[in-house]
Structures are given as C-alpha cells and as structure tokens.
C-alpha cells in the first residue's frame, strides 16, 4: 500500500509539472505585448513596464520564469495581478464559494442519481425504467448553460418568482441548490446509468442467490449485499466529479451570477491578467489530481478485495 | 462541464471489445455466420431509438446540406421593423434583436455546428487512437510516457483549459476570421478530449493483444504494421468508434457552451453556438432568440447520444 501510494504521487510529478507548464507557457510565452492596453489610451511609461518586467521576469526565459513562479507557489504566494492585488487573496474569497457549489452539486446528483439507479436497477416498473431513460438522455443532451437558464427563466422573477436572477456576495446553501442542481444535472444522469448497469449486473451475481438462499429478507439483500457492492464504482465517479466539477462551474456561476472562481477567471481574461489565469488553473489542477488520487485510494479501503502492491 | 460523455463510456467501455470476432459489415449471407457488425445490425432495425436518432440525424444533415429547402429566406434577411418579436406565422422562431428571422439563421446555423462537432470527433478520435494503439501496443516504456503524456491534458478542466487557449489566440476585442475561429474550435475541442479516446483505444488494444490470433500472426511473422491494421484495429475500432459518436453530439453542444461563454465561433459566422452568444444579453426579455437554436442543440446532440448508446448496446454480447 504505501509502495503503491508513494509510486502514484511520483506520478502525478510529471502530469502536474507538464500541465501547469501547457498553462503557463499558453499564457506567458505567447508573441504579443504584455503592456498593451495596461495603461488606458496611452503607452505605459518606461518606469511602470521595468518593474512589471522585473515583478514578472519577462526577461528571463519562459523555463526559468515558470519555475521561479513555481517557486513561489510553493511559499504559498500566488503572486499579484497587474495592479498589484493579491491573487492568493482573491482565491481565497472567492474558492470557498466554488466548493461551496461544487459539494451540493455533488451531494444532489448522488442523492436524485442513486435513487433512481436503484429503482430501475432493480426493475420493479416499466414506465417508470422508459421514464428515467429518457430523463437521463435528455440530461445529457441538454448543455448545462441551457438547463440554467431554463430553470432561471421558469423559477426566476417572471416565472414563478421562486429564486433570484443573481445569489448574493456570499450565498447561502437555500440559494445554491438550483445552480447546483444545474451544475451536477450531467453527471445525475451518468451516475443513474453507472448505477442502474451495476445493481443489473450484480442482482444475477452468486453472491446475491446465496443471500436470497440463506432465507435473508428481501431488504437486506438489497440493502446490504446489492448495494454496497454496486455503489463502490458510483463513489469513484463521485469523487473525481468533485475536482471536475469545479472547473466546470464556470458555466452555472455565469448563469446565475455567482462569486466564485469563474468569475475571476473571466476578469483575469478580459483584463488579461495572466498571472490569475495561471494560479486558477493550477490550483484547480492541484484539486483534480489529489482527489483522483485519494479516490483511487479509498477504493481499496472500501472493496477489500483490491489489494494495491 | 468537461467533457461529458468520458466518464460513462469509460464506465462501460470493453463490452463490445471483448468479442473475438468482428468481420465486414455482409452478414446477409445465410451459409456464413452473421459477424460482430451484422448482428449488431439485426438488433439495431428493432430498437425504436435507433430509429428515432437514425431520422433525427438524417434530418440534420439534410438541413446542413441544403438549408436553402428548409428555409425561404436567407440567413442575413432582418427587418427592423419586427426587432425582439415572439414566434408568429410569419416568423416560426420570431425576430432577433436585429430583426433577423431566428429560424431561418438557425437553419443556416447547423451547417457550421455539426461541421465543428464532427471535425472535433474525428480528430478526437484519430490522434486517440493513434497514441491509444501505440501505447496499448508496445506497452512499457512507451505506454508510460504515452499516458502520462494523456494524463496531463485530462488534468486541465474542459471549460477552463478551452478558455485560456482560445484567449490567447484570441485576445478580448479582437476579430479572427471565420475559418481561423472555428478551427481553433476544432483544435482545441480535440486538445483537451484525445486522452479519452486514447484510454479507450489503448484498453481495447491490451485486450485484442492477447488473443490466439494475434499470437498466431505473430509467429507467423507478420510485420508490426500488418499486426497492428488487419488484426487489432478491426477488433478495437468499435468501441472508439462508438465513444466518436457520442463524442460528436457532445462537441456540438461544446461549441454552443463556448459561444455562450463568448470565446467560441461568433458573428458574422452563423452557428447555432454563434446565436446563442448574440443571444444571451437579451434571454430575459427575449428567450426565444436564445432557446430555438438551444433546442436545436439539444435535440441534435440528443440523436448522437442514443445512436452512440444504442450501438454500444447492439454491440455488447452481454446486453443480449
């Protein structure tokens, strides 16, 4: 076990190292002036492009600039902007929002998904197995911008005045379950899916008849033997939509005007402010790889019968 | 959102590949026994959504070929004096806030959206396969270096990595033309997709290496190249091709995602993601500008999806 953990944080190195480079190299090393338009109308003045140069190290080379960057990472210091506003301040008033979002996102579709997974897993009801086939279908199809949008026109002001157009600086978790139930609507569908191909496959396992052969109740069974063996691979699913849910909140934040990362990442673009592109997109790198890890990981706690040497 | 459709083909990916036997698509002949892809298709002329995603998509492609029959007037026609309408007679979609026909550029919108869905798809599924193969093939050190290689543009968000790259091909204000601005589309829908079709693609390969035949071939002394195109693509291609089906509806509603983001394929080009993006300043007031082009995304995408899902099932010997 410890083998396995230490052989796959040696992997994730490279993979970090290699996509926060792609990243930086993307926003940095590109052909272009860095200074225009910093400074309104005007060219910037001399003084104000040395010590941006020197703040930055557009000098350098893009290898040394990204691992002096890297450098200061590491201290914990994601730099500052262009007018000097502290990035890692930034994220940390407006990261917690994005988690906030991403954890009901995530806690509705295991919810609603499973639920569902399991209903027509177990094949009690035609109707009711055509009805969440075509629901998932049509979650599927549906891009998540149109979902949230829909759910804001019908529930918002001149719909049914259920929910405000925008959440506030710092919403609640009563303002958050819409766009997270927009946010978490594909992955809902894939974990009914994932779930319901389990329960089927696992309901003619051996260990199932045996079960029903010891005399054991009907919802033991189920609840016990069934489920805990169909739901192990729904928790993986889980636990990278996690970091995959936070890059892709982007989407819903817009939607429903919330403060979290996307819009930072959006003013950091519109003002083309690299150095917060640059640390959005490693931290959530970070994010993205630890969870995959840990997930992997708690696969073999959870299923004794994988054994990682 | 990224890439959506990954994660559940990966979920179940492998039924299909792990049949022996996948010949040419005859299978009619009655002395010889029906291959992979003919029994696929017996089961498929059954399944009423195959049918169903079948039509939709062959209407599609009609309108894309020859919008010219679907709509009487042009995509640029706008009357100013009907700015914002609702849907009427005259205008099935209503008006844009430009007193342009909403249906009609809708209709001349499907040809730029499935083109990008489909250029997207296939260079998704090419380079995929390509690394997939290679990796799935020679396996050690080069499979290390191929995934670890996939692994770093899996890392990076959908939506967050397309953002920065388009943006810095793109600055803010500036105005690239339009075949400069749907191939960055393109390219950069495949960037952050191919790990998928290669992890696919390189499972599949692992699998077909170890069967009979392959073994057989190789001691008779095929060439590596003769290996790797009579014998393992047939067998592996299914289950990337499938994941390039669906992969082809979700690219189509990837476009129309960045476009409402503002960083995909934008006017003058007309693209159901394009009207989108003139559209959403406006969807409080005018939400039919905005939802007839996102229906027609969804409905396109819908019919991708069910073919992809219903070909995987005709596929997979255990769903039978």
Redesign the interface.
């Given at each position: 076990m410890v083998r396995y953990v230490l052989r796959r944080l040696l992997?994730l190195i490279?993979?970090?190292l290699?996509?926060t480079f792609?990243?930086y190299a993307?926003?940095w090393a590109?052909p272009?002036d860095p200074f225009a338009g910093k400074c309104g109308q005007t060219a910037c003045p001399q003084s104000f492009v040395d010590v941006m140069t020197a703040k930055f190290n557009l000098n350098d080379n893009i290898f040394v600039q990204y691992f002096k960057y890297l450098g200061n990472l590491f201290t914990g210091d994601f730099g500052e902007t262009f007018s000097g506003n502290n990035i890692g301040q930034m994220i940390g008033d407006s990261y917690p929002i994005t988690v906030r979002l991403a954890l009901i996102a995530v806690a509705i579709e295991a919810i609603i998904g499973v639920t569902a997974g399991i209903i027509t897993g177990l094949r009690g009801n035609p109707f009711l197995d055509n009805l969440v086939l075509v629901v998932t279908?049509?979650l599927?199809?549906?891009?998540?911008?149109?979902t949230g949008?829909?759910l804001q026109?019908v529930l918002g002001g001149?719909g049914l005045g259920l929910i405000n157009?925008s959440v506030s600086a710092d919403p609640t978790i009563g303002e958050l379950i819409i766009p997270g139930f927009v946010l978490g609507s594909?992955?809902m569908a894939?974990i009914a899916?994932?779930t319901k191909?389990n329960i089927a496959e696992n309901r003619r396992s051996d260990f199932v008849r045996t079960a029903i052969a010891k005399g054991q109740p009907r919802r033991r069974v189920v609840g016990i033997h069934l489920l805990r063996n169909s739901v192990l691979?729904v928790l993986t699913?889980l636990g990278?939509?996690i970091g995959?849910l936070?890059?892709?909140a982007?989407?819903t934040e817009?939607v429903f005007n919330i403060n979290g990362i996307g819009g930072l990442?959006f003013r950091g673009?519109?003002e083309?402010d690299g150095a917060t592109?640059t640390g959005?997109?490693v931290l959530?790198?970070i994010v993205?790889?630890m969870v995959s890890l840990i997930v992997d990981l708690l696969y073999a706690v959870l299923d004794p019968r994988i054994r990682y040497d | 959102?990224?890439d959506?459709?990954s994660?559940?083909i990966q979920?179940?990916s492998g039924g299909a590949d792990a049949l022996a036997h996948a010949g040419g698509s005859g299978g009619d002949k009655a002395q010889k026994p029906r291959s992979l892809w003919g029994d696929a298709w017996r089961e498929l002329r059954r399944k009423p959504t195959f049918i169903i995603s079948a039509v939709l998509i062959v209407v599609v492609v009609l309108i894309a070929l020859f919008p010219g029959l679907f709509s009487a007037r042009d995509a640029a026609f706008s009357d100013l004096n009907h700015v914002n309408e609702a849907p009427s007679g005259d205008a099935w979609f209503g008006y844009d806030n430009q007193g342009a026909d909403v249906y009609a550029r809708t209709i001349y919108g499907t040809r730029t959206s499935l083109l990008v869905g489909l250029f997207a798809a296939l260079l998704t599924v090419v380079i995929g396969s390509l690394f997939g193969i290679i990796a799935g093939f020679y396996g050690r050190m080069v499979d290390s270096v191929i995934s670890?290689?996939a692994?770093?543009?899996a890392?990076?968000?959908?939506?967050?990595?397309a953002?920065?790259?388009l943006?810095?091909?793109n600055?803010?204000g500036s105005d690239p033309g339009a075949f400069r601005v749907i191939s960055q589309v393109v390219a950069s829908i495949a960037a952050l997709s191919w790990p998928v079709a290669m992890r696919i693609m390189r499972a599949s390969t692992l699998q077909a290496k170890q069967l009979d035949y392959v073994k057989a071939a190789r001691g008779l002394g095929a060439s590596t190249g003769r290996i790797i195109f009579r014998h393992l693509l047939p067998n592996t291609l299914s289950s990337v091709l499938v994941y390039g089906t669906i992969a082809l509806?979700a690219f189509i509603?990837a476009e129309?995602?960045l476009s409402?983001?503002g960083i995909g394929v934008r006017s003058p080009v007309v693209s159901w993601g394009s009207l989108i993006n003139d559209a959403k300043d406006y969807?409080?007031a005018a939400?039919h500008i905005?939802?007839f082009p996102?229906g027609f995304?969804?409905?396109t995408?819908?019919a991708f999806?069910?073919l992809g899902?219903a070909v995987r099932s005709a596929l997979d010997p255990k769903s039978r």
């Open positions: 992997q490279p993979v970090f290699g996509a792609l990243i993307l926003v590109l272009g279908l049509v599927i199809a549906l891009p998540v911008f149109v949008i829909v026109l001149d157009a594909l992955s894939y899916r994932l191909t691979p699913f990278t939509d995959a936070m890059g892709g982007i989407v817009g990442i673009v519109s083309k592109v959005i997109v959530l790198v993205y790889l | 959102m990224t959506p459709s994660t559940a979920a179940d670890r290689f692994d770093i543009f890392a990076i968000p959908f939506v967050l990595g953002i920065v790259i943006t810095t091909f600055p803010p509806g509603g129309a995602t409402y983001l969807f409080q939400p905005l939802l996102a995304v969804t409905v995408v819908l999806v069910m899902d």
